[in-house]
């Protein structure tokens, strides 16, 4: 078997060399590419600045006997390659909702080590050596005969750039491991970006109270919120210490809790939030709290814990107690994410927290 590609690094530094000797071919020959936002260059050269890996480039690569010099011809990654190339010339700003400290920095407003990092950078590179076009092609169908189709929020992290999806990235970045460890959710369910598109609904209920969980809410909110996103930072803050509540009272029980379910951690954090902070639209009355009442809380939701545990044969609850409890289970155990069935589950978190807080 002869393998047709080589795996390479190669630094950023490399290709602006070999642009300049007009040895780098960045015509899209191969794939074509709508040109990207300044959003999108911008969110690149953050990722750059950081360190983070991004996808490999194909570059076929050809010497020519006679010259003696190497033609290289981009087929995957001309856009990236025309980002970077331009962003070295001052061509575009680094946007500040991706990065505080650059955010309105061209590459010659930025300091000597961050200048010299950019430029040590490598991109992973399948060289492909002399292939011809038909090759190349083929290459590319083989490549794409096993990808996955993108989930919903998979495609809004192509698509968006701005500051409600750097919000929600963030956020999500910080609290994989809570999210793990917590079983929220799986390592599998993270690599489809699953806890982002559920941060996208909690900051949404931050923002402009309890709201469906659809996929045209979420698709609206990052269209809306891509130029700029209201009290981004404060968002950010009160999101960190609604989490920190919830790891206050649970500890390390979180794990064994019915409330480790999406469609009831949702409601706890919208009612703790309320409580710490005020939620939109939400007609539950607000009651304060200290770290020292954590045990009287938990006591409260073990209540709504144990209402949920069901028979051996998982058909149904151990015990209703009363009309409230039903109306509550009716709410979480059926159509979950109508923002009507979230403003009951909610309410009723508060009234056990409030209760227990009297």
Not at 104 to 122: A, H, M, N, V, W
């Amino acid at each position: 078997m002869q393998q047709l590609f080589n795996t390479r690094n190669y630094s950023i530094r490399d290709f602006e060399e070999w642009n300049s000797r007009n040895e780098l071919v960045l015509q899209p020959k191969f794939q074509r590419r709508d040109v990207w936002s300044d959003k999108a260059r911008s969110y690149l050269m953050d990722t750059i600045i950081r360190g983070k890996p991004i996808p490999k480039i194909y570059m076929r690569q050809d010497v020519n006997p006679k010259t003696r010099r190497a033609v290289r011809e981009i087929v995957d990654g001309q856009q990236r390659l025309i980002t970077v190339l331009n962003f070295l010339k001052d061509g575009f700003k680094i946007s500040k909702a991706h990065h505080d400290t650059f955010g309105g920095k061209t590459f010659s407003g930025l300091d000597t080590s961050t200048q010299r990092d950019i430029l040590k950078y490598e991109f992973v590179v399948d060289l492909l050596q002399d292939m011809p076009d038909s090759e190349v092609f083929n290459v590319f169908a083989r490549i794409n005969t096993y990808s996955e189709k993108l989930k919903a929020q998979e495609l809004r992290n192509s698509n968006w750039f701005g500051d409600f999806k750097s919000c929600v990235y963030l956020l999500s970045e910080e609290f994989t491991t809570f999210f793990i460890e917590n079983k929220i959710f799986a390592e599998k369910a993270i690599l489809r970006m699953a806890e982002a598109e559920f941060i996208s609904d909690l900051i949404l209920a931050m923002q402009d109270g309890i709201q469906a969980g659809s996929k045209g809410v979420r698709d609206n909110a990052y269209k809306k919120y891509d130029d700029e996103f209201p009290s981004r930072k404060s968002h950010e803050k009160r999101f960190r210490e609604t989490m920190d509540i919830i790891k206050g009272i649970f500890g390390t029980a979180l794990a064994q809790s019915e409330f480790r379910a999406i469609r009831l951690f949702y409601p706890l954090f919208c009612a703790l939030y309320h409580f710490k902070f005020g939620l939109l639209k939400l007609k539950s009355d607000r009651v304060s709290f200290r770290a020292a009442d954590y045990p009287k809380m938990k006591t409260a939701l073990e209540y709504v814990d144990d209402l949920l545990r069901v028979d051996e044969f998982r058909r149904k609850p151990v015990a209703l107690k009363s009309a409230d409890d039903r109306k509550f289970y009716d709410a979480y155990s059926v159509h979950w994410v109508h923002a009507d069935k979230r403003t009951i589950v909610t309410d009723y978190i508060c009234r056990k927290l409030g209760k227990a807080l009297d």
